[in-house]
């Protein structure tokens, strides 16, 4: 399993120096998120092993009873919570995680300003952008992103650029691409888009931060 692992960390990581290449960027400016999420801690030692340092959990408690062990075993861990996050965790999330992905609204952006001047630290955020206009889904609308940050800079929460998940079953090119014309629009570099099906267009589209979990893991149960 071990082998496995160190593998499937192999392909993803030519994949996205393949996609690179195709888009003339350098393999350095894309960082690979290894989605950990309902995966317990023995499956993660062995991409830990591998070497491999970024990981993504989408919800505090699990991270909050998985990584602190790992982390002492394993040093420079970076912890990104790329799922969506409710204001009375905030304080929790700016203890645990070095990176938040779902910054989507302006009771969240008070919420984490005032969990990170209470903890004196303070932890880069994606904003998250409903691209897809889609009613179930997190992010904030297109139209609300210049106040959102406005908001977010004012409270001084550094913002680290833009975050995506778009429609399911659709192509998702153009939508990679209008988050990159978003950030672009407003002045911001980082954009956090692509997962297992569709990294190596995103990263051909411009993404800093990609978040895969399957093509590395294995399905989730
Ligand atoms: C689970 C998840 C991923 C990873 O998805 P895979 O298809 O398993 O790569 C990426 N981003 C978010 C926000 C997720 O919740």
Redesign the pocket.
Known sequence: MANEAATRLKEVHANIVKACKASRREASEVTLIA?S?THPADRIVPLLEAGHRVF?E?RVQEAQEKWPALREAYREVELHL??QLQSNKAEDAVALFDCI?ALDRPSLVKALAKAMDKADKRVPCFIQVNVGEEEQKGGCAITDLPALLGQARAADIPIAGLMC?PPFDIEPAPFFALLAKLAQDNGLSGLSMG???DYESAVMLGASHV?????LFGA?N
Not at 211 to 215: D, F, P, Q
């Open positions: 989605v999420k993504g989408n790329i799922g992905h998940i997962m297992s099906g978040r895969v979990g399957t093509a989730r």
